[in-house]
């Protein structure tokens, strides 16, 4: 059994309403990275020679995140307590932030970046998912500072007793996460996605793929109290979740779009 590495989430403590907490930090970076990670994709792309349109991007699709993910978490996991008391959709360094809403949000914010410049919606999203593993890379990192989304009991040499999910080792599935979600799905995004493609075609793999690697593993993650096991003494919320984005990725990968887009790869 491996010690849990107790890491005050609080990093500087002004009032109780004014925090700067690694959870946001891991955030800002997620975001940070993505930016890199997308300029060097575009820099050679014409309509991108300077920052301003990606600095536009990464703009839309933070507030996408955040609304969208902060929404999403109240209305997937918790909406008792949000019509109970609707500020507690304010309250995100407290953590509670849903991917499937993030993932919404985005759509939605990407819709009105298409909108403004007049880009397809498709190849914007192809150049926009490579990079999302990085952050979720991110995120997942402020879930183990917080000590939330732990897994479920186990007795493997690396399981860790968390603060606040009793006295039994469990598995850090939020670690599993970094791996899965962010190094392992952003490398295969990002080799396929080093030749043109045809458009839609990455954002149906990071589709499929997000939505396999978390299936897999809310097998270790200690499922929503709120809800338990939802089917067959097995399935969770985030699995039900994932199955729509899976079925919609590979109509993405086998049916939409015919053209290679010139977004992808800088050797168009």
């Known amino acids: ?7 005050n989430p609080v990093i500087l403590h002004i009032t109780d309403a004014l925090q700067i907490r690694w959870y946001g930090v891991m955030y800002l970076l997620g975001f940070g990275i993505c930016w890199l990670a997308i300029r060097l994709r575009t820099k050679t792309l014409p309509s991108w020679k300077t920052t301003d349109k990606l ?3 990464i703009f839309y699709s933070a507030l996408g995140v955040i609304l969208g993910g902060r929404i999403g978490y109240m209305l997937f996991y918790s909406l008792p307590n949000w019509i109970a008391s609707p500020t507690e959709l304010f309250k995100i360094w407290q953590g509670g932030m849903s991917f499937h809403g993030g ?11 298409c909108k403004r410049y007049h880009d397809p919606f498709w190849e914007i999203g192809d150049i926009i998912t490579p990079s999302i593993p990085l952050a979720l890379a991110m995120g997942r990192i402020g879930n183990f500072i917080n000590g939330e989304l732990w897994g479920r009991m186990s007795e493997v040499p690396w399981a860790m007793v968390f603060p606040n999910a009793g006295p039994f080792p469990r598995h850090p599935s939020q670690l599993y996460a970094v791996l899965l979600e962010g190094v392992f799905l952003f490398c295969v995004l990002w080799i396929y996605s080093s030749q043109p493609r045809k458009t839609g075609a990455v954002s149906g793999l990071f589709l499929v793929g997000y ?15 709120q809800y338990g096991y939802i089917a ?5 919320m985030g699995q039900i979740l994932c199955l729509p984005m899976i079925i919609f990725g590979l109509y993405l990968l086998l049916c939409y779009g015919k053209t290679k887009s010139c977004f992808i790869s800088s050797r168009c």
């Not at 059994?1 to 890491?7: A, D, F, H, V």
């Not at 993932?103 to 970046?113: A, D, E, M, P």
């Open 55 to 57: 600095n536009d991007l």
């Open 211 to 225: 939505g396999c690697v978390r299936i897999f593993e809310e097998f270790f993650r200690q499922p929503d109290p």
């Open 1 to 7: 059994m491996l010690q849990y590495p107790e890491i």
């Open 232 to 236: 067959f003494g097995w399935l969770t």
């Open 103 to 113: 993932l919404i949000g985005v759509i939605v914010s990407t819709w009105f970046f």
